[in-house]
């Protein structure tokens, strides 16, 4: 037995969680074990390559807990049910799994008798409150640890600390701070912490686009994509093997600039390849299927719950309240979508499903009716402009 006191860390293998480790260990004599939270992000390789760095630090013991597949049914699905986008381009990639990781991380103290959680979230980002938060709520008992938040050290600090410990980063690892899961990737860097600098092309891991284009079908059942050119996957399979695709053609890079949960402005790249291409997908099949007013409030819906899953307010009871108008939305929201792939853009083209309300035999738009007649539309006009026309008769 060492006698030292356990913490559990947060680990994820970069420049941050890297410091933490070997500074809890040695400045705060922490025994460190080490977890890391597979949200869909990881292969196996790179898991374990992330291990093995770990057990270089010196921490006790390392874990990997995926709950790929929870976070993909208690929260993805809803997302894209919502077709959320936050400020119309960042699909909440970074900003939903935080709040999954800080459920696992809280379960897995508590299973393992952890007192207290360390993170290495800076105190200028939204991830701080994140992690905080579902801690404070779901195990009040146990004590937050955060020594970038609580040291104000910058990175460059961070590795100057490493590298007098002996301990070497991949360079990329200093550059850009890159958070992967299922639903995109973000990425950090002193590029993004200015308001007019552009992110290079190494900066992202697609690597250089293909030179070419295709035509993939996506088919949904009931909301979610089950069918990619005609093979059923599940899910989370189809995310995985959709991302790979649109990433070879640099599809789904951006720069998300938004208000943090504490109040400044932050900006951010991405890149969300099949999380873009899903949603705009589940969007046009929607568009053909669903009524105005259906369209209408799931839009507002969405938005609202989208909204709260950035606020870390995920574990707020309404939250389940939206997920089950969200779910009750997507009966009829089943189909095939073509999309267009060319290098960074992707297109739909169309889609194909039994509810498409688009119907011929009722009428075709800009061309001919068969349901009503001139006389009809004379008269439905003439009562639709009634209190416009009483308003200005009144108001000159």
């Not at 480790?21 to 074990?33: I, R």
């Not at 590029?191 to 697609?206: F, K, V």
């Not at 416009?388 to 108001?395: C, G």
């Amino acid at each position: 037995m060492s006698g030292k006191e356990k913490i559990l860390l947060a680990f994820s293998g970069g420049l941050d969680t890297t410091f933490c480790a070997v500074y809890l260990d040695k400045e705060k004599n922490f025994e460190v074990h080490s977890a890391i939270v597979n949200t869909g992000g990881f292969s196996a390789s790179e898991l374990q390559k992330i291990e093995n760095h770990a057990n270089r630090l010196g921490v006790k013991t390392h874990e990997v807990l995926d709950i790929t597949q929870e976070y993909y049914q208690k929260c993805i699905k809803y997302m894209l049910f919502g077709n959320v986008l936050r400020n119309r381009s960042y699909p909440l990639s970074v900003s939903s799994e935080r709040t999954f990781q800080a459920i696992a991380l809280v379960e897995y103290a508590k299973k393992c008798g952890f007192t207290k959680i360390a993170h290495g979230s800076t105190a200028a980002g939204n991830d701080q409150v994140r992690f905080d938060l579902v801690i404070q709520v779901l195990a009040p008992e146990i004590e937050v640890i955060t020594p970038i938040r609580d040291l104000k050290i910058s990175r460059e600090d961070e590795i100057s600390y490493l590298a007098d410990k002996g301990v070497k980063m991949d360079m990329k690892d200093v550059q850009y701070s890159i958070n992967k899961g299922l639903w995109g990737t973000s990425i950090g860097g002193k590029e993004t912490l200015t308001s007019d600098e552009e992110l290079p092309e190494e900066a992202y891991t697609g690597g250089k686009p293909l030179d070419r284009t295709e035509l993939i079908e996506i088919e949904f059942e009931k909301g979610e994509a089950v069918g990619l050119n005609g093979k059923k996957l599940d899910s989370v399979e189809l995310i995985l093997e959709l991302d790979k695709i649109g990433l070879s053609y640099g599809i789904g890079r951006d720069v998300h600039v938004g208000d943090t949960i504490i109040g400044i402005k932050g900006r951010v790249g991405f890149e969300a390849a099949a999380a873009r291409m899903l949603i705009d997908a589940h969007l046009a099949l929607e568009k053909h299927v669903l009524t105005r007013w259906q369209l209408h409030w799931k839009e507002q819906i969405g938005s609202w719950y989208g909204m709260f899953v950035h606020e870390a307010q995920f574990l707020e009871p309404v939250m389940r309240n939206l997920e089950s108008f969200l779910e009750s939305s997507q009966e009829n929201v089943t189909g095939t979508v073509t999309l267009r792939l060319r290098p960074y853009h992707f297109s739909v083209t169309g889609i194909k499903s039994k509810y498409d309300l688009m119907e011929a035999e009722i009428a075709a738009y800009g061309e001919e009716n068969k349901a009503w007649s001139a006389a009809d539309v004379d008269g439905f006009t003439k009562i639709l402009g009634m209190q416009q026309k009483i308003w200005y008769m009144k108001n000159n």
